[in-house]
C-alpha cells in the first residue's frame, strides 16, 4: 500500500540556522510529491511539488526539495531559518486520480 | 479573491445531532475533497467529488455524507455526531482530478462532540 513517512514529529531549530524536514515515499511508479505548510489556525499552503523532470524544486518562502528516486525520498530544506516558519509540515504523495496521501506531519519549532 | 471558505470555522455539538458543514469554492474547480486531521495521523481523506452528482468514498468515510449539487459547493453531513468524529475538518479543491494531488485547502473547521 502507499504510504508516506515522516520521521520526525517535533523539530527545533535557532533562527538562521538551517533546516532539513525528512520524507520517504512508498510507491510503486513515479509519485507526484508536494509539501504543505499549516500555520496555526490556518489551512494547508502549498510549498513545492514535483511531477517530473529536475528533482531540485524551488518553492515559496525559500524553501526548496530534491527528489531522490533511490531512496524513495523528498526532504525538505531551507538554508536560513526565520521566526514566520515555525509551523507543521506535511509531506504528501499524489496520484492521477488527484488522491493525496498525506504524512503525519512534522511540527517545526524556532527559538531566537 | 480565491478561496475556499468553510462554515462554521469552531462547533461544539452533542453526540446525535444532525450537522452540516460548508463548502464553497470560488475557482471553478471540478474536485472537491473532504479531509480530517488527527494528531498523529497527518489528514486522512473522508470523501471526494470528481464533479457535480459525482461523489466516491475517501479513507474514512464511515459516519458522514456529502453531496454536490453545484460545482461551487460540497457541504459535509454528520447525521449522528459521535465523539469519534471530534476533529479538525478540511475542505480542499483542485481545478480537475487530473491535478495529480495539488490542491487548494480551507481554513479548516474544528469540531468538537461531547
Request: proline share 6%; hydrophobic share 30%.
Amino acid at each position: 500500500a502507499q504510504s508516506v513517512t515522516q520521521p520526525d514529529i517535533h523539530i527545533t531549530v535557532s533562527e538562521g540556522a538551517s533546516l532539513e524536514l525528512r520524507c520517504n515515499y512508498s510507491y510503486g511508479a513515479t509519485p507526484y510529491l508536494f509539501w504543505y505548510v499549516q500555520s496555526p489556525g490556518q489551512g494547508l499552503q502549498l510549498l513545492l511539488k514535483y511531477f517530473s523532470g529536475d528533482t531540485l524544486v524551488q518553492g515559496i518562502k525559500g524553501f526548496e526539495a530534491e527528489f531522490k528516486r533511490s531512496q524513495s525520498s523528498f526532504n525538505l530544506r531551507k538554508p536560513s531559518v526565520h521566526w514566520s516558519d515555525a509551523a507543521e509540515y506535511f509531506c504528501a504523495v499524489g496520484y492521477n486520480t488527484d488522491k493525496l496521501i498525506f504524512g503525519t506531519g512534522t511540527r517545526l519549532q524556532v527559538f531566537p | 479573491e480565491a478561496q475556499v471558505t468553510q462554515n462554521p470555522r469552531y462547533l461544539i455539538t452533542v453526540t446525535g445531532k444532525k450537522l452540516t458543514v460548508t463548502c464553497s469554492q470560488n475557482m471553478n474547480h471540478e474536485y472537491m475533497s473532504w479531509y480530517r486531521q488527527d494528531p498523529g495521523l497527518g489528514l486522512r481523506q473522508i470523501y471526494y467529488s470528481m464533479n457535480v452528482e459525482v461523489t466516491d468514498k475517501g479513507d474514512v468515510p464511515e459516519g458522514y455524507k456529502v453531496s454536490r449539487k453545484e460545482k461551487r459547493n460540497f457541504p459535509l453531513i454528520l447525521e449522528s455526531p459521535s465523539p469519534n468524529q471530534t476533529s479538525l475538518y478540511f475542505c480542499a479543491s483542485s481545478p480537475t482530478q487530473w491535478s495529480r494531488g495539488e490542491q487548494y485547502f480551507g481554513p479548516g473547521t474544528r469540531l468538537t462532540v461531547t
